[in-house]
């Protein structure tokens, strides 16, 4: 089935649900399988705040994986809904948000489903590293600019599809250094800015911004650049 003939039931992979949600037990573990995942965070939320006013602010997290960011929003005093396709992932999500005391509502659902039932309701939207594990990425765009308020925000972060991209991300991340288990990525998928900024421009969007993320493992932390080449995050926002 091709991207065009993607509906909103069908538009994800069960094998890269199945493959991350393996991961599901161990995704709070600094020191595990998404010890990467942690470094990136911090630079995340950042980015999401020093353009939105968190506190009492509206804010949906797509593809929420077992929470990090979620849980980071709401500690930032955002009303958090947190959703993805990964039963195991929404679980460890809601028990450690148990544990934790945050505040996320948290939901085992598609985002076109959500923008189908609560068209305009979010003042920001996360979808972190999530783009490039879908048949359909622009679809997932278009679905997030239905759930937007007029004026609201949506952060996305993924990998740019270039040499620097394939040798760092695949090569260094996955079969050298072992950062990341084998098959987490697929080239294909990688996504150039102006394919994104296409998607925005059609979903009625207008991109505000592109900046470069960093990874340094030597240090376990990352940090926003001026490279795209690589991680990027981007901020569009609704008119």
Known sequence: MTASQQTPSDNFSQAELDKFGA???RWWDPD????????????????????????GASVLDVG??????SEALARRGAQVTAIDLAPELVKVARLHGLESGAQVDYRLQSV????AERPGTFDAITCMEMLEHVPDPAAIVSACATLLKPGGHLFLSTLNRTPAAF???IVGAEYIARLLPKGTHQYRDFIKPSELAAWLRAAGLELEDVSG???EP???????ISRTDVNYLACAVKG
């Open 167 to 169: 040798a760092l991300a």
């Open 218 to 224: 030597w240090r376990n932390a990352a940090r926003r």
């Open 64 to 69: 929420c994986g077992g929470g990090l960011l």
């Open 23 to 25: 991961l599901a037990n």
């Open 32 to 55: 595990g399988p998404q010890k990467a995942l942690h470094a990136l965070n911090p630079p995340r939320l950042e980015y999401v705040a020093e353009r939105v006013p968190l506190a």
């Open 213 to 215: 993320l960093m990874y």
């Open 112 to 115: 076109e489903a959500l923008a």
